[in-house]
């Protein structure tokens, strides 16, 4: 049983900045790919921000430079780094990672529950 937790969103002015953190807890023997994704209302959730267990990166074109997405391997913990946020950037974010509980099972994904981030003057 693994678990993913969020936390840091909330409500922010355009040009503001917040850390989000996500927490994998858990029966948890190893974690590959982690991710952060976005959903906005009426809208398709979308990859946000990608990191390999080696730390290779890829991000959404719209945040290119303005997020930074890190982990933390010993910690089973990514987070994302967001800076000079826009009203574009409202939405509820979700911390994705996928994981192997132990030698005999098969990786799969896990998603944590959502925090939202408000991006408003």
């Known amino acids: 049983q693994v678990q993913l937790v969020e936390s840091g969103g909330g409500l922010v002015q355009p040009g503001g900045s917040l850390r989000l953190s996500c927490a994998a807890s858990?029966?948890?023997?190893?974690?590959?790919?982690m991710g952060w994704y976005r959903q906005a209302p009426g809208k398709e959730r979308e990859l946000v921000a990608a990191?390999?267990?080696?730390?290779?990166?890829n991000y959404e074109d719209s945040v290119k430079g303005r997020f930074t997405i890190s982990r933390d391997n010993a910690k089973n913990m990514v987070y994302l780094q967001m800076n000079s946020l826009k009203p574009e950037d409202t939405a509820v974010y979700y911390c994705?990672?996928?994981?192997?509980?132990?030698?005999?099972?098969?990786?799969?994904?896990?998603w944590g529950q959502g925090t939202q981030v408000t991006v408003s003057s």
């Open positions: 994705n990672a996928d994981v192997r509980e132990s030698a005999i099972f098969r990786y799969r994904a896990y």
């Open positions: 858990g029966n948890i023997f190893n974690i590959n790919d």
């Open positions: 990191i390999t267990r080696g730390g290779s990166t």
